[in-house]
């Protein structure tokens, strides 16, 4: 673990000396670079998240209310059918 840590750190080095070693102007032309690619990657998803969401309400009728347990609902189908059976044998 200790050596993946120095490896780490060494690479970190690395890479923050090489771009230390770039002209500030340069520097400036890739924060520049990343940050519009940022912004770019945010407004691609803000618009697919908006085009998604408007594409699914036209398509679709989302039904709301509560959520029934179609277990539950079976037994309370068998038990309201046996309750009928025995008012029909009462009635008789």
């Not at 120095?6 to 230390?20: F, G, I, N, S, T």
């Not at 670079?33 to 618009?47: D, K, N, R």
């Amino acid at each position: 673990m200790k050596n993946l840590k120095l490896a780490a750190v060494a690479k970190c080095d690395k890479l923050d000396q090489q771009w230390r070693s770039f002209p500030r102007e340069k520097q400036q032309q890739w924060v520049i670079g990343f940050f519009v690619g940022y912004l770019i990657l945010t407004a691609v998803v803000v618009l697919t998240v908006w085009h998604d969401n408007k594409t699914q309400t036209e398509k679709s009728n989302i039904l709301t209310g509560h959520i029934r347990n179609p277990i539950t609902e079976k037994e309370r189908q068998v038990k309201d059918s046996i309750k009928k059976k025995n008012q029909d044998y009462e009635r008789r």
